[in-house]
């Protein structure tokens, strides 16, 4: 949107949507696998907030193809976090690309966005109980 339209909509905040086929088993894996709980939730979703940011699972009759990165995760210590992950019983996807290949479930990758003052980040991606695709990423400075 352009900020001279005067008739755009004011925007707070985005926020992810994940579909769920089964919402029962989505919350064990949040909860188990990731230690995230739910702050609230009604009929058909549960809420989640996560480092001033917010996502929801839904129950839903479609599926993600789980192709592409639906939702990342920032983390302090990628090599911690995936070791931990492992641990309680995530599965990292390997890719071996042109120009993009992880090595135990972490790919480098160069670049990165100027106003996050970073030359480069380290990457890796799981699926999820629902087929949804999550990455974990950690800025190299």
């Known amino acids: 949107m352009n900020a001279d339209d005067t008739n755009a909509p004011t925007l ?3 926020a992810t949507r994940l579909p769920a086929q089964d919402l029962e088993r989505a919350r064990r894996f949040y909860s188990e696998k ?22 929801v699972l839904f129950r839903s009759t479609g599926a993600s193809p789980g192709t592409f990165t639906q939702m990342a995760l920032e983390v302090e210590d990628l090599e911690a976090a ?4 492992k641990r309680r019983g995530v599965v990292f996807e390997e890719v071996d690309a042109p120009g993009f290949r992880t090595r135990g479930g972490i790919a480098e990758i160069e670049g990165n966005y100027p106003s996050k003052g970073a030359r480069g980040e380290r990457g890796a991606w799981f ?7 999550l990455g974990m990423g950690e800025p190299v400075f």
């Open 82 to 85: 995936v070791a931990e992950l």
């Open 34 to 55: 990731l230690g995230l709980d739910p702050v609230d939730e009604r009929p058909g979703g549960l809420l989640y907030r996560c480092g001033g940011a917010e996502f």
């Open 12 to 14: 707070v905040r985005a």
């Open 127 to 133: 699926h999820d109980s629902e087929g949804n695709l």
